[in-house]
């Protein structure tokens, strides 16, 4: 079942947005239709073998191992992929936007909007020059310890790897490499339309319950071992995913009414996107 978002619905109803009509809404609807059927069915968001597997089976030491050296590259190249797609950001907005993720990332947390709402009140009574930003990490704290990464190297060190031992490209495999390398090229490249695609791709994959399939494997490993994994990776980015996932149609539509989309190049460049995702994926089974 497809529909609008109450946003998109209002604006159509006001009828004093030329971008936001009827036709374009039933457009979209249609639209939508094809990527559940062509896109969002991609096995990798309906049937990860690989975290499914991981879920269900008694998980030994080296098997752990090795998913946090691969997850470790993946960690580290992704900065790459979303530093470019910073560089190759089109508005201000949308820079901000990908900026936002690339802080927090690399240790800057966010800042609750209460706490800086009231912080933005005391600047507004001292200057009248202020330029307001909606950016959770906007005025938030760097900690080295908030970086994700040093969340891997935490489980990493749990089974004792150095520190050397993870995050570099000589760890991965030709399928982790051959995926980070895609990320770079699509979600990070200078083409606009490629990386809506991509982005909405991986957004869904991301929301596709991966996370709470490892987590659940995880679990187990922790439940029989006397080795406690420290799990927040894996807990806080599915927290987020959560919270996510209810923007990402939003988000599209905003784009959809906005702008053209060329919907056949979008469901192929997603597609692409998510063969690549399969093979990290697939990959791990060594
Ligand atoms: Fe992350």
């Known amino acids: ?36 059927d062509k896109l969002l069915n991609h096995e990798v968001i309906v049937n990860n073998k690989y975290t499914k597997w991981w879920s269900s089976t008694s998980l030994e030491e080296t098997e752990i191992k090795n998913f946090i050296i691969q997850f470790s590259v993946f960690s580290n190249q992704f900065l790459i992929a979303q530093l470019q797609k910073v560089i190759n950001s089109t508005t201000l907005e949308s820079a901000r936007e990908s900026k936002e993720i690339l802080a927090n990332e690399i240790g800057v947390i966010f800042k609750s909007n209460k706490r800086k709402r009231e912080e933005e009140e005391e600047e507004k009574k001292e200057s009248s020059n202020l330029i307001s930003s909606d950016g959770t990490v906007d005025g938030g704290t760097y900690r080295f310890a908030a970086a994700h990464f040093e969340w891997l190297y935490k489980i990493a060190k749990k089974l004792n790897l150095e520190y050397k031992d993870i995050g570099r490209r000589c760890h991965g495999y030709d399928s982790t490499l051959y995926f980070c390398d895609k990320l770079i090229e699509l979600y990070g490249g200078n083409n606009y339309e490629t990386s809506v695609a991509v982005s909405y791709a991986i957004e869904n994959w991301a929301a596709a319950g991966f996370w709470k399939e490892l987590i659940i494997g995880f679990k187990n490993y922790n439940n029989k071992t006397d080795i406690k994994l420290p799990i927040s990776f894996f807990t806080w980015h599915d927290k987020i995913e959560d919270q996510h996932a209810e923007h990402t149609q939003e ?32 990959g791990l089974f060594i």
């Not at 978002?5 to 936001?20: A, F, G, L, Q, R």
């Not at 639209?31 to 559940?36: G, V």
């Open 1 to 36: 079942m497809v529909k609008l978002s109450d946003k998109t619905i209002n604006k159509i109803n006001k009828n004093n947005d030329t971008n936001y009509t009827k036709k374009k809404g039933q457009k979209f609807l249609k639209f939508l239709k094809k990527i559940n």
């Open 251 to 282: 988000e599209l539509e905003e784009i959809y009414f906005t702008q053209e989309i060329n919907e056949d190049k979008f469901i192929n460049d997603g597609n692409k996107m998510l063969d690549a995702v399969l093979i990290f994926w697939n």
